[in-house]
């Protein structure tokens, strides 16, 4: 059983910047592909970026340039730095921990950028 637990979500002028974090738990972290994923309200959850064990990323075309994925395996941690935010990014935001077709999620932070 892996929690995972973000946080670093909140209110930001367009332009600006936050940078999430999603702290897990257990021995194993290292081994999961770990993602963020956001929900907007009325739409349906999607992928901003995923990042595997090996440390591949991948991102959504909307937050390419603008959001980078990463992990600290010590620390038992990913990140999602969020530059050049945009009302469009107003969504909560959700860390996903998968291995196989194993898949925890975390409960969310809300990220809500005003223009």
């Known amino acids: 059983q892996v929690q995972l637990v973000e946080s670093g979500g909140g209110s930001v002028q367009a332009g600006g910047s936050l940078r999430l974090s999603c702290a897990a738990s257990g021995r194993t972290f290292s081994r999961y592909a770990m993602g963020w994923f956001r929900q907007a309200p009325g739409k349906e959850r999607e992928l901003v970026a995923d990042?595997?064990?090996?440390?591949?990323?991948k991102y959504a075309d909307s937050v390419k340039g603008r959001f980078t994925i990463s992990r600290d395996n010590a620390k038992n941690t990913v990140y999602l730095q969020m530059n050049s935010l945009n009302a469009e990014d107003t969504a909560v935001y959700y860390c996903?921990?998968?291995?196989?077709?194993?898949?925890?999620w975390g409960q969310g932070t809300q990220v809500t950028v005003s223009s």
């Open positions: 996903r921990a998968r291995i196989f077709l194993t898949v925890y």
């Open positions: 990042v595997t064990s090996g440390g591949s990323t």
